[in-house]
């Protein structure tokens, strides 16, 4: 499986963005899809996983209410929409993949990983 994180960017606090994620080499709807976050000089962290079916759970206590993950199979792509960024969200987001029923927080559940795309808050 082959994953492509895009959507990253320089925003202020406050702002919005969206991140996208498409995958490639293997039915979309067997994937269960993450996204993970990695700040500098921090380990990698769960944000949201969400399922086949589209049951979805957000992890990460600080995305709660302004982190919402969505997916659409019929274009293998997976989304974090971002709400109203904090400078402290300000790291490297990862989309993953693993290819089970069931979404985990577990970094090391995943086998498949996307690049990287930067996300920076600042004033």
């Known amino acids: 499986v082959q994953l492509q994180a895009s959507g990253g960017g320089s925003v202020q606090p406050g702002d919005s963005l969206r991140l996208s994620c498409v995958a490639s080499g293997r039915a979309f709807d067997d994937l269960v899809m993450a996204w993970f976050r990695q700040a500098p000089g921090k380990e990698r962290e769960i944000v949201s996983a969400i399922a086949r079916t589209g049951s979805s759970f957000t992890y990460l206590d600080a995305a709660k209410g302004r982190f919402t993950i969505s997916r659409d199979n019929d274009k293998n792509m997976v989304y974090l929409q971002m709400a109203n960024l904090k400078p402290e969200d300000t790291a490297v987001y990862f989309c993953?993949?693993?290819?089970?029923?069931?979404?985990?927080?577990?970094?090391?559940?995943?086998?498949?990983w996307g690049q990287g795309t930067l996300v920076t808050v600042s004033s």
């Open positions: 993953a993949a693993r290819p089970e029923a069931l979404r985990t927080g577990r970094v090391d559940a995943y086998d498949f």
